[in-house]
């Protein structure tokens, strides 16, 4: 009932004259409602006072029509205004704080429906009538409703600006134009807005074009991406097959040596028992044997001794000890070294092709060209506060502006103990984890200087290919020498190009995989960018030649 009477409110009971409330409701005989008031007062401005007519659906009546007030309609305001439902029926049609008001009304002023730029006002639907039926203020742009036209007005001489003066770039009114403004290059601001309007098309085909490229090169790349992963998928599936056949050929030679050893042992073991049994035979034999000669021995009786002693049966003849030849105990360790000498020739060509499949799959070259086009103002924004961590340092290095700066020296420091100290390498890295996006710039003098990212986890004791920066699947380095560079991962050593530069700054996208370094001076160069899977927090790093005492690096401050 309430949305009913909402309903209402807004189609019944508002007079389509003054917009308000309806006052002492009249019913023409056409059917439409008005205030009594304001239907009187449109009759009396009527031109032809003979013939009257209906606001809304302009049917005439003659003579006049006698008004009376509508009770039923009266009636039902006064009941909707008691109930409070007629609050939004009011409200609607007036101007809010966020609305454009009519500039004609008095007192509480309605909506603007439309604005006239040549007034320069805003009319409610009411006092625009005039423009939409006077043929003079037909020839005016009516506009949606606009809280900025007194923009168009000239603050000095109160005109409407037509004008624009293209010496000066501003609107200006025709009084300007002979006045403050005379002899500068002036047209019409429809003029001016003409050659904007085609400078503004020939920038939206422009723009529209640039859109064309950019949608034409996001095909490519994921083009791009569904062909990376198709022969990603294709080189996953095809190894796994080559590697589950190695793997299965693995399997049947080991069973065939496993066979071979057994039956090997088999046939020897056979061997050895036989001989085994022949010779405890002969052991049964010699005791029994022995045991007669020692009875007879004790035989007291000459003639009986001598009688006896030709009954004896003869010895057989026996195996001699020469003759039995017994195996080495190492018999099977050269089976044992012939394994052993097959896993290591694997274990070399694995090292060896698994280097090269690595540095393949490690150096697919970045797609997105972001990084490249990024500036060093819009580099800074990922700049972290980056210190170096005392307990990694190497003993012939010292660290000092705050754990920032780092020297090579020549003798060793007292250091106490540290498992997470390098032990021979001249190494030290960053205290802090490095996920997200992070950049940081290295500044180095008196010499070279590598610059590195690792795995926290990488082998600090000894001086292995295991604990050096570049020289594992653990780290990256970047060596910076007086005239060249070289980028080093898993022992593998890359030639760079670029312009030399004691400051070197490093870009890591830890969630893309990127890893970039630049040569940084007035311009800021590319040195070297991989694209790679992180799978753990990475940590700065830094690498000095155990030759060169004085050398320095230092973690720059960023702002």
Known sequence: MAQQGNQLD???????ICLDLLKDPVTISCGHSYCMKCIKSHWDTEKNMKIYSCP????TFTPRPVLRKNTMLADLVEELKKTGLLAACADHCYAGPEDVACDVCIGRKLKACKSCLQCPASYCEKHLQPHLEAPPLKKHKLVEPSKKLQENVCCRHDEVMKIFCRTDQQSICYLCSVDEHKGHDTVSAAAERSERQRELEVSRQNIQQRIQDREKDVKLLQQEVEAINGSADKTVGNSEKIFTELIRLMEKRRSDVKQQVRSQQQTEVSRVRELQEKLEQEITELKRTDAELEKLSHTEDHNQFLHDYPSLSPLSEFTHSSSIKIRPLRFFEDVTAAVSEVRDKLQDVLREKGTNISQTVTEVDFLLSEPENMTR???????????????????RLILSDGNRKVTLMSKHQSYSSHLDRFTDCGQVLSKENLTGRCYWEVERRRGGVCVAVTHKNIRRAGSSDQCVFGCNDKSWRLDCDYNSYNFYYNNVSTPVSGPQSSRVGVYLDHRAGILSFYSISKTMTLLHRV????????????????????????????K
């Open 377 to 395: 103002a819009e580099f800074l924004k990922y700049s972290c506060d980056i210190t170096l961590d005392p307990n990694t340092t190497y003993t």
């Open 56 to 59: 809304q659906c302009r049917q």
């Open 10 to 16: 807004r189609k019944k009971i508002c007079c389509s």
């Open 531 to 558: 694209q790679t899977t992180f799978t753990q927090p990475l940590h700065a790093g830094l690498w000095f030649d155990n030759c060169w005492s004085g050398v320095s690096a230092e973690l720059c401050k960023l």
